[in-house]
């Protein structure tokens, strides 16, 4: 139990599972990280209670939301535990000079940032090509993250442009293409507008953070995780509740969304003796 991973006298994961690297979080930032665990984890108990209070087959949003949490909390709780990451040399600290890179964080990414634009999409009349476009460009900008922090020479900043181009298309696809549509509902375009001004500001704030921890090196891991800790708690159980909210008036069957739905097996029709007669000749 997690009670028993943190025992009577303080937190002690820096201790069981000693940091590797130069730079590494200290135990306040492992307290920090137990700390962004404990909400995103309850935010994951709050809305899988929530989902029950929706009839069956109008959870798609709700099931979406767990997915994320679920991930998020697993990711959180490795790091608070000090496990995945790597050390990895630094850029402008020196010769012989390593740094913890917590490639956790970039699964985490690789899964929730998809779905994060993916339950916002759902609500506009956008195609599964163009949804999945929209996914492969986060993938780019989560692997582009990953290769650059793991580079120690300038190259990494060539993987750092890569990310922004990504970036970049991302926001073209919800700023401009998306609300361009005819949405299946249109009384949840006001709160697409609403949704994806929130996700375009915050999917900024995550390079400006990259370019200051794994880019450049200018502040300390412990810093990193407070900052990453902040805005993954605002992007993903903020988000969700804040999209749950505004959409809350989803008609499902115009997404045809419904979970567990299935189209029933016709019943073979009879065959004429004329018509098998035809079909053997």
């Known amino acids: 139990m997690i009670v028993d991973l943190l025992p009577r006298g303080g937190n002690e994961a820096t201790t069981i599972n000693p940091p590797a690297g130069v730079f590494h979080i200290s135990t306040h930032g492992s307290d ?56 990895v040399p630094t850029e402008f600290r020196g010769d012989h000079q390593t740094r913890q890179i917590w490639y956790t964080r970039y699964i985490q990414w690789f899964l929730t940032l998809p779905l994060v634009l993916i339950e916002l999409l759902l609500t506009t009349g956008f195609t599964l090509s163009d949804i999945m476009m929209t996914v492969a460009a986060a993938w780019v900008l989560v692997l582009a993250g990953l290769i650059g922090s793991v580079v120690q020479s300038t190259y990494k900043w060539g993987y750092f442009s890569f990310g922004c181009v990504a970036l970049f298309s991302i926001w073209y696809i919800i700023l401009w293409e998306a609300p361009r549509r005819p949405f299946p509902q249109e009384e949840l375009r006001s709160g697409y507008y609403l949704c994806a001004a929130y996700v375009s ?15 450049a090196n200018v502040i300390s891991p412990t810093s990193e995780m407070v900052w990453y800790g902040i805005l993954d708690i605002i992007t993903g159980p903020f988000f969700l509740f804040f999209f749950l909210f505004v959409n809350r008036k989803a008609e499902y069957q115009v997404f045809d969304l419904q979970s567990g739905k299935y189209t029933p097996h016709e019943e073979p029709q009879p065959v004429s003796a004329k018509a098998a007669e035809a079909g053997q000749a």
Request: charged share 10%.
């Open 201 to 215: 500001f915050m999917l900024i704030t995550y390079p400006i953070c990259w370019a200051c921890s794994e880019g």
């Open 32 to 87: 920090w990280l137990w700390a962004a665990f404990s909400v995103i984890a309850f935010s994951f108990v709050l809305l899988f209670g929530l989902s029950f209070t929706r009839p069956r087959g109008k959870r798609a949003f709700h099931h979406i939301g767990l997915v994320i949490l679920i991930t998020a909390s697993i990711a959180y709780f490795t790091m608070a535990s000090d496990l995945g990451y790597a050390p």
